[in-house]
């Protein structure tokens, strides 16, 4: 069964400042979709990057850009020149591609502390 | 709509009671998805639909849960003689497309609802 791993509960940047946040996945599948998706305080889940695992190239998305390595199962996101209001929870998600169950499996979350 | 609708927002249910949570997506996706999540925790899957077939149930705790689609639109969660441990925010969202990725508009995207937040007493 696949599993979305993130082993860091609460991370804080200062504002203009870079962070990174991490996630590894497990699957024997080879043709998947990531994403990394915020969820502000009390309001919708949106999304923030996708990746494809057939692609090599890193997704970027302005501020926003992913460090995926397929090898490793790792697709970490970083935030550049933070700001107050990237503060919110980030999960971690994974959808497989093929035909069968397309549900998405999501981490525990990264809540994101944004200091000015 | 513009974007997936849910309600109600908040529902407060005594233990033993029955609910009835709505979910109205966005309109002509065909993929809808309900989702549990638990304080401080991520999402967990509940039950998927492609249109109004619900093909994939296994995430839905027990049979106190049902779910159902009907028209292949708005869908409702029903949760039957509830329980403290259900209390949670149900999450649905849609998606355009079903299959991986023969569609060149299929990003994978999921657009979410703000949520039903359930207190069990």
């Known amino acids: 069964a696949q599993t979305v791993t993130q082993s860091q509960p609460e991370m804080s940047v200062q504002e203009a400042e870079t962070v990174t946040l991490s996630c590894t996945y497990d699957t024997s599948e080879s043709d998947y979709y990531l994403f990394w998706y915020k969820q502000p305080p009390s309001r919708q889940m949106i999304l923030v990057i996708r990746?494809?695992?057939?692609?090599?190239q890193n997704a970027t998305e302005n501020r926003f850009s992913v460090n995926f390595q397929k090898a490793a199962k790792s697709f970490s996101l970083k935030i550049s020149d933070s700001q107050l209001g990237d503060a919110a929870m980030y999960f971690c998600?994974?959808?497989?591609?093929?035909?069968?169950?397309?549900?998405?499996?999501f981490g525990t979350g990264t809540r994101l502390k944004v200091l000015a | 709509g513009a974007g997936v609708s849910q309600s109600p927002r908040y529902k407060v249910a005594k233990r033993g009671q029955d609910v009835a949570l709505r979910c109205d997506p966005i309109?002509?996706?065909?993929?809808l998805f309900w989702y549990q999540q638990a304080l401080g925790q991520g999402p967990e899957f509940l039950t998927y639909?492609?249109?109004?077939?619900?093909?994939?149930k296994s995430g839905l705790p027990s049979d106190r849960f049902f779910a159902e689609r009907p028209e292949g639109s708005v869908s409702t969660l029903k949760i039957q003689r509830t329980q403290q441990e259900d209390s949670a925010v149900y999450l649905c969202a849609s998606s355009r497309h079903t299959s991986g990725r023969a569609h060149p508009a299929n990003t994978g995207e999921l657009f979410f609802g703000e949520g039903s937040r359930l207190t069990v007493l």
């Open positions: 309109s002509g996706h065909v993929s």
């Open positions: 990746q494809e695992a057939y692609k090599q």
């Open positions: 998600a994974y959808r497989r591609t093929t035909s069968g169950t397309y549900k998405y499996i």
């Open positions: 639909f492609q249109n109004e077939a619900q093909l994939d």
